[in-house]
């Protein structure tokens, strides 16, 4: 089955630039997740969706970042404006609904901000 | 607050020996463990997991323990190969209602051959 697919997989804006990540869960896959690993981390949850409706953004940076599934299915999340500790690998996993079931994750995608 | 870490950030093997990666957890309420490999400019990909009502779980080549007293997560490898560098991640699932993971730092594991 395919997996997780994230675009665009490398990007490199200057500060205070806006950037948008897209995100196109497994086929079937009600909740979706993204993250945020900086270099040397785990990945650190920023919102999770199930549908589209968001099931917890409390770790989200409200003033500056987005997210949105409007179909219930692709994802786009957004910095505006980016700072330059934003530089980080942006993730995107989906799963099954219910406790207990398996995220998948995307390659990625790497944001520099310079 | 809620963390999750690992003791060593590298750990340094022979190719055929056994590897032992290992966790600690602070939030004695999660019910639910997972243990992550990540290879380099890839996504985390699950390996095994554990539910709190377990101690021990074996997979193919490896087994996950799980001590709740101590709230201690290990992850053991048989027969370390070289493809099996790369970075483990211990998560913790913090809510019941949500699946939502708490990832450790990571352990860098390098298999020399």
């Known amino acids: 089955e395919a997996g997780v697919a994230q675009s665009p997989r490398y990007k490199i804006i200057e500060k205070r630039q806006s950037v948008a990540f897209w995100c196109n869960p497994i086929s079937g896959h009600a909740t979706l997740y993204w993250y945020q690993q900086i270099l040397g981390q785990g990945p650190k949850l920023l919102i999770q969706f199930q549908n589209n409706g968001v099931v917890d953004d409390s770790q989200l940076p409200k003033d500056r970042f987005s997210a949105e599934r409007l179909k219930g299915v692709d994802s786009t999340l957004k910095i505006q404006p980016a700072k330059l500790e934003d530089s980080a690998v942006y993730l995107c996993?989906?799963?099954?609904?219910?406790?207990?079931?398996?995220?998948?994750f995307g390659p990625g995608t790497r944001l520099t901000v310079t | 607050g809620e963390s999750v870490g690992l003791h060593l950030p590298t750990l340094s093997v022979q190719e055929g020996d056994n590897s032992i990666i290992n966790c600690a957890y602070s939030n004695s309420a999660s019910d639910y463990f997972i243990w992550y490999k990540q290879e380099s400019g890839k996504g985390p990909q699950f390996i095994i997991d554990i539910r709190s009502n377990m101690d021990k779980r074996q997979g193919q080549r490896v087994t996950v323990l799980l001590n709740k007293t101590v709230k201690h997560l290990s992850l053991q490898i048989a027969a370390t190969q070289p493809g099996d560098s790369a970075v483990y991640f211990c998560a913790e699932n913090t809510s019941s209602n949500t699946g939502k993971l708490i990832f450790g730092q990571g352990t860098t594991l390098q298999v020399k051959p």
């Open positions: 996993a989906s799963s099954l609904v219910g406790w207990g079931n398996e995220q998948y």
